[in-house]
C-alpha cells in the first residue's frame, strides 16, 4: 500500500524512499513487531477463553511438559495476522511473487489451523488425517511451483541450481513442479517437528527468515547478482519485504512465547512458516541452500525419520525420544539449554548457507 506513494514523488520527493527495498523491509520488520505487541495479549486472552484446556499434552511425552497444561495454542495466527498487514503496507502490489508465497503460507496456516482445532475440540493428539492433509499442502505447493516456473525464463525456472558454481544446473522440466512442492511441503512439515519447546522454533524461523530476505534481495537485484555471480531473478527482491515482516513478526511472538509460553504456536504457525520458507527458497533458486541454513529443521525430521524407521525394521530406537530436541530432555539438558544452543547451531548454520554467495 505505501509503495504507491511513489506516484507522488513528483510533487513530494521524500516518498521517493518507497521505492526502495530496503527502506520498505525495515518498515515491514516495525510493523509485524508492533502488531504483534499491541494485539498479541488480545489474542492470547480470546484463545485461552475459547480453547478452555488448551493444547493437549502427551502423557507419554516428557514429563517436565506436564506443567504447560493449559496453555492455548494457535498462536501462529499472532504470527500471520502481523505478517499479512505488514506485508499489504509495506510491500509492492503488483509482484506476484509475493501473492504466491503469502498464498502458500496462508494456505498451510490453515491446514494447520484446522489440525490445532481439531486436537483442542477434541482433547486428542490425533487431528488431521495424515494423507489427507499432506496430499492438501501437494495440491498447494504444487500450485506455486507451477506458478514460479510460468513466472521465471526457461531453462532456470525448471532447473535446480547447485551451489558453490556458478553455471550448473540441473535440467528438471515439468518435473521441477513436484520437486519444489516436495521441498515445500518437506519445510512445512520439518519446521512443524521443530516446534517442541518454548521458543525452539520461532528463533530459527526468524534466523533463516533474514538470510533468505538478504538472498531474495541480491538474487532480484541485477547488480549484486552479477557481482556475485548468482542467477538474477527479476521481481524475487520483493519477497525480502515478506521475510522482514516474518521477522517482524516472529520478534513480537517470541515475547509471549519465551519461556514460559504464554502461548504455542501450534500447527497453525510452524505449517504456515516452513512452507513459507520452502517456496521462497524455490522461488529464489536456493533450495539446496535452504537445507543448509534450515539444518537444524533437516535434523528433527530425520531423526524421526531414523526413529521409525528403526523401530519398524528392528523393534529398537536410535534416539531416547524423537524429534531429537527430546532426546536431549531425556538425557538432562534443561529446556533453555537445549532451545539457545539449537538457536546457536541455527545461526552457524545461517553464516554457512550464506557464505555460498560468495563461493563460486
Known amino acids: 500500500m505505501f509503495y504507491w506513494l511513489i506516484d507522488f514523488a513528483g510533487t513530494f520527493p521524500a516518498f521517493n524512499v518507497f521505492r526502495y527495498i530496503t527502506f520498505r523491509t525495515g518498515g515491514a520488520v516495525v510493523t509485524g513487531a508492533l502488531f504483534v505487541f499491541l494485539f498479541g495479549p488480545w489474542i492470547i486472552d480470546n484463545l485461552r477463553l475459547r480453547q ?4 493437549p499434552i502427551r502423557s507419554d511425552g516428557p514429563q517436565s511438559h506436564l506443567v504447560k ?3 492455548p495454542t494457535m498462536g501462529g ?3 500471520l495476522s502481523g505478517l499479512v498487514v505488514s506485508t499489504l503496507l509495506w510491500a509492492n502490489p503488483r509482484n506476484p511473487y509475493v501473492w504466491i508465497v503469502l498464498a502458500v503460507t496462508l494456505g498451510f496456516g490453515f491446514v494447520g489451523f484446522y489440525d490445532d482445532y481439531l486436537k483442542v475440540t477434541k482433547q486428542s493428539h490425533k487431528g488431521f488425517a495424515g494423507r489427507t492433509r499432506l496430499l492438501i499442502e501437494f495440491i498447494i505447493a504444487g500450485a506455486a511451483c507451477y506458478a514460479f516456473v510460468r ?8 532447473s535446480l541450481v547447485l551451489p558453490f558454481f556458478k553455471d550448473v544446473i540441473v535440467k528438471f522440466g515439468w518435473f521441477f513442479v513436484i520437486f519444489g512442492a516436495f521441498i515445500i511441503v518437506g519445510a512445512g512439515n520439518a519446521v512443524n517437528l521443530t516446534d517442541g519447546l518454548d521458543g525452539l522454533a520461532i528463533v530459527p524461523v526468524m534466523i533463516a527468515s533474514a538470510s533468505f530476505g538478504l538472498i531474495a534481495y541480491l538474487v532480484g537485484n541485477a547488480v549484486f547478482s552479477d557481482y556475485l555471480q548468482i542467477n538474477y531473478i527479476a ?3 520483493e519477497l525480502a519485504v515478506l521475510c522482514g515482516a516474518v521477522l517482524g513478526a516472529g520478534l513480537g511472538f517470541l515475547w509471549f512465547n519465551a519461556p514460559p509460553a504464554s502461548i504455542f504456536m501450534g ?3 510452524s505449517l504456515a512458516l516452513g512452507g513459507m520458507l520452502g517456496s521462497i527458497a524455490v522461488a529464489v533458486k536456493h533450495e539446496i541452500v535452504l537445507a543448509v541454513i534450515g ?3 533437516v535434523l528433527e525430521a530425520v531423526s524421526v525419520i531414523v526413529q521409525v524407521a528403526s523401530f519398524k525394521l528392528t523393534g529398537k530406537r536410535v534416539f531416547r525420544m524423537a524429534p531429537i530436541h527430546h532426546h536431549f530432555e531425556q538425557k538432562g539438558w534443561t529446556e533453555p539449554q537445549i532451545v539457545i544452543r539449537f538457536w546457536l547451531i541455527s545461526v552457524m548454520l545461517a553464516l554457512v548457507g550464506l557464505s555460498t554467495l560468495k563461493l563460486r
Open 52 to 55: 478452555g484446556k488448551g493444547q
Open 69 to 71: 497444561v493449559g496453555t
Open 77 to 79: 495466527l499472532m504470527i
Open 151 to 158: 513466472l521465471g525464463r526457461d531453462p532456470l525456472s525448471s
Open 235 to 237: 521481481g524475487t527482491g
Open 267 to 269: 500447527d497453525t504457525g
Open 295 to 297: 539444518g537444524l529443521f
